[in-house]
Nanobody
């Protein structure tokens, strides 16, 4: 089992910044992918960004140039720096862990609200 604990969500005005963190614990493999998804009310959950343990990164087109994903393998932590936030970024943000054993785990989610 792998447990994921997110933090850093909140309320911010448009144009502002937030930084999300997700700490993984439990039976973690050194080769894995961690990332962030989000789900807005009435919409499907979508990928925001993910990063492999080898630092290969993937971003959704909607956040390129505004969001930056990074990780600290020693701390089993992934970060999402969100700049130039827009009201349409409002959603619950979920951390995801996935590894070569085919295991996928999700965090409990953290609310991000961007006011106009």
């Amino acid at each position: 089992q792998v447990q994921l604990v997110e933090s850093g969500g909140g309320l911010v005005q448009a144009g502002g910044s937030l930084r999300l963190s997700c700490v993984a614990s439990g039976r973690i493999l050194s080769s894995n992918v961690m990332g962030w998804h989000r789900q807005a009310p009435g919409k499907q959950r979508e990928l925001v960004a993910d990063i492999t343990s080898g630092d290969s990164i993937n971003y959704a087109n909607s956040v390129k140039g505004r969001f930056t994903i990074s990780r600290d393998n020693a701390k089993n932590t992934v970060y999402l720096q969100m700049d130039s936030l827009k009201p349409e970024d409002t959603a619950v943000y979920y951390c995801r862990y996935q590894d070569g054993l085919g295991r996928r785990y999700w965090g409990q989610g953290t609310q991000v609200t961007v006011s106009s």
